[in-house]
Each structure stands twice: as C-alpha cells, then as structure tokens.
C-alpha cells in the first residue's frame, strides 16, 4: 500500500518543535552594552539603530609592489596572532593602546600649503611586533592586518598629537558610547 503523500499526517505524527519564544527587546542601555561587548571582541553586532555588523575579519597583506616589502617580514600565520592578540583584547580603550604602541606620530618638517599651515601635518609610522624585532609595516599591512579602517588610527592619532597619551574616554556615558558605536560603523 503507498503510503499517502498527504504530508499532513508525517508533520502529525512528530515531536512538535515548540514556538520560538517572541523575541523581547532589550531596553537600550542593555542592547548598546551588549553590542559594545561584541564589537570589542570584534563579532557581529546589532547597532542600538537595529543594523548588523559583520564580524571583524582581516583583509589580504599589501602587495609585492609595497616598498617596505612587509609580506617578506611578516608570514601569514604572524599575521593571524596579531589579529588575534588584538582582537582577544576585547577593550575599546585598551585596543585604542595597541594601536598606540605600535604607531609613531612624528611632525613633519616642511608642511605649508598654499593657503597655509596643512592639516596633515604628522607623520604616521606603523610597526608590528611578531617576535623580537619591531618591523615596520606599511599602513595597508597594519590595518589590514588588524582588521580595521583608517577612523581608528585617525582616532589614535588625534588623542597622541592632543595629549600625548591615549585616555579612556567617556566609558560609561551613555550618549558618548551610543556615538562611538557609529562612529566605528
Ligand atoms: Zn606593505
């Protein structure tokens, strides 16, 4: 006897999946330090805003063409634990840090424009660490390893030319984290 292609029977004779449980919102203050967990830690996200982010993942080393040549220095595999030591960090200010580390801002000598004084007036020189030489690294190797777009050493930058020192800032102010997290978007 055929079995009857009704597949009402089939569906009635399984275990009933129960009902995913209505999924509640979170108040902000909640959602906004649950996102600023994950982005620190460098996974997806859903913004306060409702947007997902992707999870961080790190972009191809520069090319041959590169003068320093970093991909002679730095192998594939010093790359993933660099990716990783960054991103294990897990602490916005303290990531803020490692970029600092491994970052020279210097003034450049000669920096007029026509119209005067130009905004780009530093120097920046990227370094990675992987043993026990510091190798200087383009600034594609260095993002792209990281993982990160050019806001955050623009960020670091601005905090080391302004004070000297990278400083916590405003963690805990809800207003200021709400526009970190766009700013990093
Ligand atoms: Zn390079």
């Given at each position: 006897?055929?079995?009857s292609?009704?597949?009402?029977?089939?569906?009635?004779?399984?275990?009933?999946?129960?009902?995913?449980a209505?999924?509640?919102?979170?108040?902000?203050r909640?959602r906004?330090?649950?996102?600023?967990?994950?982005?620190?830690?460098?996974?997806?996200?859903e913004?306060?805003?409702?947007?997902?982010?992707?999870?961080?993942?790190?972009?191809?080393?520069?090319?041959?063409?590169?003068?320093?040549?970093c991909?002679q220095?730095?192998?594939?595999?010093d790359?993933?634990?660099?990716?990783?030591?960054?991103?294990?960090?897990?602490?916005?200010?303290?990531q803020?840090?490692?970029?600092?580390?491994?970052?020279?801002?210097?003034?450049?000598?000669?920096?007029?424009?026509?119209?005067?004084?130009?905004r780009?007036?530093?120097?920046?020189t990227?370094?990675?660490?992987?043993r026990?030489?510091?190798?200087?690294?383009?600034k594609?190797?260095?993002?792209?390893?990281?993982?990160?777009?050019?806001?955050?050493?623009?960020?670091?930058?601005?905090?080391?030319?302004?004070?000297?020192f990278?400083s916590d800032d405003?963690?805990?102010?809800?207003?200021?984290?709400?526009?970190?997290?766009?700013?990093?978007?």
């Amino acid at each position: 006897m055929p079995r009857s292609a009704e597949p009402r029977e089939a569906e009635d004779s399984e275990p009933r999946k129960p009902e995913p449980a209505p999924k509640r919102k979170l108040p902000l203050r909640r959602r906004i330090d649950v996102a600023k967990r994950a982005r620190d830690r460098g996974e997806s996200y859903e913004t306060p805003g409702g947007k997902w982010m992707p999870q961080r993942e790190q972009r191809p080393p520069c090319t041959d063409g590169c003068r320093l040549k970093c991909s002679q220095r730095l192998s594939s595999k010093d790359r993933l634990e660099i990716f990783q030591t960054f991103w294990s960090i897990a602490d916005h200010a303290a990531q803020w840090n490692f970029i600092a580390r491994n970052m020279r801002v210097t003034p450049k000598e000669k920096c007029t424009t026509v119209r005067g004084e130009s905004r780009r007036s530093f120097t920046r020189t990227y370094y990675f660490q992987p043993r026990t030489n510091r190798e200087q690294v383009c600034k594609t190797m260095f993002l792209n390893t990281l993982g990160i777009s050019n806001a955050w050493v623009a960020t670091v930058c601005k905090k080391l030319t302004l004070n000297g020192f990278v400083s916590d800032d405003g963690r805990g102010k809800i207003g200021h984290r709400r526009k970190k997290l766009v700013e990093l978007v």
